[in-house]
């Protein structure tokens, strides 16, 4: 796009937002127009009545290989409302036994950093870590071009194509998918879910580490885009 073109980008929640910053750094001449009062769209909070502080709407959990929203927040001058585990730490409860199995990543290379821990923990039987290394293992070997295909397909039929058992679904895979991709292995694309665990879970050490945000939504992230959107000289149009 030509650096004197003149854009409308219509939302003001991350994606906007993103994209107006993009524009704007290319020397691009942006207007935001936002139908709310505030920016972030789902990013927010909720105030109840009779409640101290805001409840987050969304974004409950963040992860290390979220780059891109890292990577807005770092533009806004607001990385420090995430706080980055130093080590993956992922604690399953099973609440009817009352126990806690801890899935961390240990001194092995990828895809082998949480094999350790997965092998000692207790939510899952032997036959489901068996048949999860199944999985791992039909992951790697898969190519790019395999993956992409597989847009149209459940990510829970490629799972139990795989010979995935239903506790190591339920267990394992769907917290996953739904915790990162916000529905459940019914509904998600294989291709997308791959890319997760490929490049996330089994590709890089710490790409899970967990990341919880140190403070309300709305108070950190609205005024965080406002400015920066205003210092890159974004013409921001709210309701
Ligand atoms: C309950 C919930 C929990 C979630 N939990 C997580 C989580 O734990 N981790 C995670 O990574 N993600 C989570 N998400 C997802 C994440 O919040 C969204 O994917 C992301 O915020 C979407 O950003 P967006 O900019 O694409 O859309 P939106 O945030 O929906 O923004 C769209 C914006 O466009 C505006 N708009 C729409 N139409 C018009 C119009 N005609 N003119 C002007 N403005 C318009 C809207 O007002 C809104 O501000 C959650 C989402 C929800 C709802």
Not at 115 to 125: D, E, P, Q, T
Request: glycine share 8%; proline share 3%; aromatic share 6%.
């Amino acid at each position: 796009m030509a650096a004197d073109s003149r854009v409308v980008v219509v939302g003001g929640g991350l994606a906007g937002c993103a994209c107006a910053l993009g524009l704007a750094g290319r020397g691009v001449e942006v207007t935001l127009l936002e139908a709310g009062s505030t920016l972030g769209g789902r990013v927010q909070s909720v105030n109840l009545k009779g409640m101290e502080r805001g409840i987050d709407n969304s974004q409950h959990a963040a992860f290390r290989v979220y780059g891109r929203f890292l990577q807005l927040l770092a533009t806004c001058d607001a990385r420090e409302i995430i706080k980055l585990q130093k080590r993956t730490t992922l604690p399953y409860l099973e609440v009817e036994k009352g126990r806690i199995s801890i899935v961390k990543s240990g001194r092995l290379p990828p895809p082998n950093h949480l094999a350790v821990s997965l092998m000692k923990a207790k939510f899952l039987s032997l036959g489901d870590k068996l048949a999860m290394q199944k999985a791992v293992k039909a992951l790697q070997r898969m190519s790019e071009e395999k993956r992409r295909s597989l847009d149209d397909t459940p990510f829970i039929e490629w799972l139990q194509e795989n010979g995935q058992t239903e506790r190591a679904i339920q267990r394992f895979w769907d917290p996953l998918v739904k915790a990162a991709l916000n529905i459940d292995s019914e509904q998600a694309s294989t291709s997308v879910a791959c890319f997760l665990f490929r490049r996330g879970l089994f590709g890089d050490p710490d790409a899970f580490d967990v990341g919880s945000f140190t403070s309300d939504l709305s108070d950190s992230i609205s005024p965080a885009l406002r400015r920066t959107l205003a210092r890159t000289g974004v013409e921001v149009r709210t309701s």
